[in-house]
């Protein structure tokens, strides 16, 4: 072998033992050996301290069982604490203290508006570009909706999502010889069926319908705002459709005189406690994963009805939306636990458990409740209908439901009619918008 040959051979060794540790350093090792090279890097690895809270009243053992247990097992490293809104450490009274928390969760609305009261927003797109988190994996109307209040920026990761789902009572069915619902059921083919449940036996009224107010209203499957954004005025005068959803939804079912009598819609305890309800509208799977002592072996589940012209339509996504906060010392390291959160072990994790999860991937949906509690409840139901999509909201859009919701159950009571109602909704909530926005 000539000299030159050898040479070469000898030159192109070296290239390639170069060009394998080049590759080594681009990606091939972790982010902990990185950061022995760049001891500014962000190491996974370190001890990390992080404060948990959400304005939702959950307390320490509801966040473990749903979230903690899995984090501190996932991350042996990291020092998780978690503050339970209440008496004394509620947000204003946190803010006021100058408590500082790494990681804020709660559902959509009530996420954006405590967030935006605060000003604690966190824009996380750079550490998801980081991170290499792919968002078109996930459910696209709920990454939709935080991009709109967010002004195109991030400030939250879905983790759970919701939609409403129709609950039975086969017990109440079985007793009065009605056929159960099914799967696909139009709101006509519901209300026909909730007339022939409504009535009186031995003195206890039965409810053929009933739903929570507050929750069919925020998600309602028109896709309806509370506030027009552009103008920020409420909507219920502005657009017909209320009148029908609110028509079908709450006046309908309470046209006999014993459901009147309650003077309200009755409460999901009816449901759940009484058991003299039949059918009750309510989010998937939140019953049977966290109201406790009752016996549901004799309640299932189908889809929300449909209206016509929305053939195949359910209700809108309800996330909950987990953020990094601007109070945080540690951003990276809190990203970094919502990283596993939104992991597909997990999202699977959590489906087996019933819940919906917030990754678009049909491997983890088809196991959804298959080691909950109940496992043999109609679990296709909670995606036998799309999801409706999100309106475009302003931060305090959620807080006039509770002003909606009010005039549904007057209505339901049949105290008002529906023009006057509206009327008074669009006063009350003409009011509210102002007293937001001087709070704010």
Same mark, same amino acid.
């Given at each position: 072998?000539?000299? #030159?040959?050898? %040479? ?19 990606? +091939? ?6 950061? /022995? ?11 990390? !301290? ?22 501190? &097992? ?10 339970? %809104? ?10 006021? @203290? +100058? !408590? ?29 570009? #980081? ?5 078109? /994996? ?36 079985? /007793?009065? +010889? ?17 007339? /022939?449940?409504?009535?009186? !036996?031995?003195?206890? *009224? ?36 209320? &009148? ?10 309470? !046209?006999?005189? +014993? ?68 109070? %945080? ?17 997990? *999202?699977?994790? %959590?489906?087996? *458990? ?15 409740? &298959? ?26 859009? @959620? ?8 005039? @549904? ?27 937001? #926005?001087?709070?704010?």
């Amino acid at each position: 072998m000539s000299k #030159k040959m050898v %040479s070469m051979i000898a030159m192109l060794s070296v290239m390639s033992a170069f060009a394998m540790g080049c590759a080594k350093g681009s990606g +091939g090792d972790s982010g902990a050996d990185a950061a /022995k090279d760049d001891p500014n890097k962000f190491n996974p690895n370190e001890p990390a !301290e992080l404060v948990v809270f959400t304005s939702s009243g959950a307390d320490e053992a509801s966040f473990n069982d749903r979230f903690g247990n899995y984090l501190k &097992k996932k991350l042996p490293n990291y020092t998780f604490k978690f503050i339970q %809104s209440k008496k004394g450490t509620t947000l204003p009274e946190l803010m006021a @203290a +100058g !408590e500082k928390f790494d990681i804020f969760y709660h559902t959509i609305g009530n996420f954006e508006y405590d967030l935006s009261q605060y000003n604690l927003q966190y824009d996380m797109t750079e550490l998801i570009k #980081k991170n290499k988190i792919d968002l078109t /994996k996930f459910e696209p109307t709920v990454i939709d909706a935080i991009k709109q209040v967010s002004d195109g920026k991030m400030y939250a990761l879905p983790v759970n999502i919701f939609n409403i789902v129709l609950y039975y009572n086969k017990l109440i069915f079985d /007793k009065f +010889g009605v056929p159960y619902p099914k799967d696909g059921m139009t709101w006509d083919e519901t209300l026909a069926t909730a007339k /022939k449940l409504t009535r009186t !036996e031995n003195g206890l *009224q039965y409810y053929g319908f009933a739903t929570s107010p507050q929750h069919i209203l925020r998600m309602n499957q028109f896709s309806l705002p509370t506030i027009d954004i552009k103008t920020g005025a409420p909507t219920i005068n502005q657009n017909e459709k209320w &009148k029908q959803f609110f028509q079908t939804v709450f006046v309908d079912p309470a !046209e006999d005189e +014993g459901y009147r009598a309650l003077k309200k819609i009755p409460a999901l305890s009816n449901f759940t406690q009484e058991q003299n309800v039949a059918m009750y509208a309510y989010l998937s799977a939140h019953i049977f994963n966290n109201i406790k002592g009752v016996n549901w072996d004799h309640v299932d589940m189908v889809s929300l009805p449909t209206f016509k012209e929305l053939p195949g339509i359910g209700s809108q996504a309800y996330p909950l939306y987990f953020g990094v906060t601007k109070l %945080s010392k540690n951003p990276e390291a809190a990203f970094h636990a919502l990283m596993q959160l939104t992991s597909a072990e997990f *999202q699977t994790e %959590s489906a087996k *458990q019933g819940n919906m999860p917030v990754l678009v991937d049909e491997s983890i949906r088809k196991q959804i409740g &298959k080691e909950a509690e109940y496992p043999n409840k109609n679990y296709n139901a909670l995606y036998f209908n799309k999801f409706a999509p999100i309106p475009p909201r302003l931060p305090y859009d @959620a807080n006039l439901v509770v002003t909606y919701a009010a005039q @549904a159950n007057a209505l339901a009571a049949g105290t008002t009619d529906m023009n006057t109602s509206f009327r008074k909704t669009e006063e009350t909530a003409l009011k509210a918008i102002e007293d937001l #926005k001087r709070a704010k």
